[in-house]
């Protein structure tokens, strides 16, 4: 073969090789760092996770929300405690950091009182604790912390057990 046909085959595969790769790269840009077949990290599994409050429902008697977004702790008393009366305490917890632990505190909230009730200790898992009890007859508040550093959300509501 000449030496002008071999420049000229030459010449014609690279143009045939550069317009087959201009074609390739009609699909979505990859990013150089990132290759398009790896997922993004996702944060902890903790940390990503979104608490679900309970809705309020007729028969609750005290709530506890706290909300790391706003760094606000709402606690409503609803009603008083009757006596004779199985009550649950459902609480959930979520944290930021891996294991994180809190503690709740259910106190008798007539003036002058502030009699504790009951207390434990709130896993930031984001699983629902439940813990039933009987409580006194009187209007009942729930307290979370002190310390709720970490903590992204948590509640604690107590109604009648069912």
Same mark, same amino acid.
Do not use: W
């Given at each position: 073969?000449? #030496?002008?046909? *071999?420049?000229?085959?030459?010449?014609?595969?690279?143009? &045939?090789?550069? %317009? /087959?790769?201009?074609? %390739?790269?009609?699909? +979505? !840009? @990859?990013?150089?760092?990132?290759?398009?077949? $790896?997922?993004?990290?996702?944060?902890?599994?903790?940390?990503?996770?979104?608490?679900? &409050?309970? !809705?309020? $429902?007729?028969?609750?008697?005290?709530?506890?929300?706290?909300?790391?977004?706003?760094?606000?702790?709402?606690?409503?008393? *609803? +009603?008083?405690?009757? /006596?004779?009366?199985?009550?649950?305490?459902?609480?959930?917890?979520?944290?930021?950091?891996?294991?994180?632990?809190?503690?709740?505190?259910?106190?008798?909230?007539? #003036?002058?009182?502030?009699?504790?009730? +009951?207390?434990?200790?709130? #896993?930031?898992?984001?699983?629902?604790? *439940?813990?039933?009890?009987?409580?006194?007859? @009187?209007?009942?508040? &729930?307290?979370?912390?002190?310390?709720?550093?970490?903590? $992204?959300?948590?509640?604690?509501? &107590?109604?009648? %057990?069912?």
């Amino acid at each position: 073969m000449p #030496p002008s046909h *071999r420049a000229f085959t030459f010449l014609s595969a690279l143009l &045939i090789a550069g %317009s /087959t790769s201009c074609t %390739s790269h009609d699909a +979505a !840009p @990859t990013s150089p760092a990132q290759p398009a077949s $790896t997922a993004p990290t996702l944060p902890t599994a903790e940390a990503s996770r979104v608490l679900s &409050i309970p !809705p309020v $429902t007729p028969d609750e008697i005290s709530r506890v929300v706290y909300t790391a977004k706003t760094h606000n702790t709402d606690s409503v008393v *609803r +009603a008083e405690a009757r /006596t004779g009366q199985l009550y649950a305490l459902d609480a959930a917890c979520t944290s930021a950091t891996p294991g994180r632990v809190i503690t709740y505190e259910v106190v008798s909230s007539k #003036p002058n009182s502030n009699v504790p009730v +009951a207390s434990g200790e709130l #896993p930031c898992d984001g699983n629902v604790m *439940r813990n039933s009890t009987p409580l006194p007859a @009187t209007a009942i508040q &729930i307290s979370l912390g002190p310390d709720l550093t970490g903590v $992204t959300s948590a509640y604690a509501v &107590i109604a009648p %057990s069912t």
